[in-house]
Each structure stands twice: as structure tokens, then as C-alpha cells.
Nanobody
Framework: QVQVVESGGGLVQAGGSRRLSCAAS????????LGWFRQAPGKEREFVAA????????YYADSVKGRFTISRDNAKNTVYLQMNSLKPEDTAGYYC???????????????????????WGQGTQVTVSS
């Protein structure tokens, strides 16, 4: 049984940093794309970042490029999201998701789409105060 569990959320002041963690079990971690999405109240779930494989291609939403960094530790079955220079508009529930690594020719949009992912965590709340 696959389990995906996020942690690290909380309240942070604007300009501050936070690191989220996501531990996945019940799957061959190194064979999976790990992605982060977020959802604010009344809004659709949106893509934040994804890691295709350890040391491989990463993808970022324009809104977080240069501020957020996704990384993964395959030995610990864990993916991280380092968030710096946080803004109030980053306030949302943050969700980790997993899908098997697709063929290399798949377009980038594959990674940006929530429906692509097979496994999801319950989310962790990040609130950025101004």
C-alpha cells in the first residue's frame, strides 16, 4: 500500500523560509516522479515543482522559480521543498504527489497536471503572514 505523508508546514512571516518534507512508502521511490502542488481556499490546485529523478530534471512554476527548490533523497524515500523569500500569496495547503517516471519524450506539461499523478498525500498547511 502506497503512503505519501507531508510535513513541515506552519506559520511563517513574509520573507522567511520553510522546508517541507514528503516521505513516500510502498513504492520504488527512485522510479517515481515526485511533485509538489498547492491549493488555496476557493482556488484550483496548482503545480509548484517536480523532480523527475534524483539528480535529474526539475520543473518549477513561474511563480516560485528562484525562490523554491525541490530536492530528493532516494535513500530516505523523501522529497523536500525548500521555500525561501515567502510571500503571503504562497499561503496554501501544500500537497506531495507521485507518478511513475514516464518516457523521456513526454512533454513538460505532463508534470504540471494534477491528474497525471497517481498517489497523493493529505497535505500540509503553509501560512505566510504579512
Amino acid at each position: 500500500q502506497v503512503q505519501v505523508v507531508e510535513s513541515g508546514g506552519g506559520l511563517v512571516q513574509a520573507g522567511g523560509s520553510r522546508r517541507l518534507s514528503c516521505a513516500a512508502s510502498g513504492l520504488t521511490f527512485s522510479s517515481y516522479v515526485l511533485g509538489w502542488f498547492r491549493q488555496a481556499p476557493g482556488k484550483e490546485r496548482e503545480f509548484v515543482a517536480a523532480s523527475r529523478r534524483s539528480g535529474g530534471t526539475t520543473y518549477y512554476a513561474d511563480s516560485v522559480k528562484g525562490r523554491f527548490t525541490i530536492s530528493r533523497d532516494n535513500a530516505k524515500n523523501t522529497v523536500y521543498l525548500q521555500m525561501n523569500s515567502l510571500k503571503p500569496e504562497d499561503t496554501a495547503g501544500y500537497y506531495c504527489a507521485a507518478v511513475r517516471i514516464p518516457p523521456a519524450y513526454y512533454s513538460d506539461s505532463y508534470y504540471y497536471t494534477p491528474a497525471t499523478y497517481d498517489y497523493w498525500g493529505q497535505g500540509t498547511q503553509v501560512t505566510v503572514s504579512s
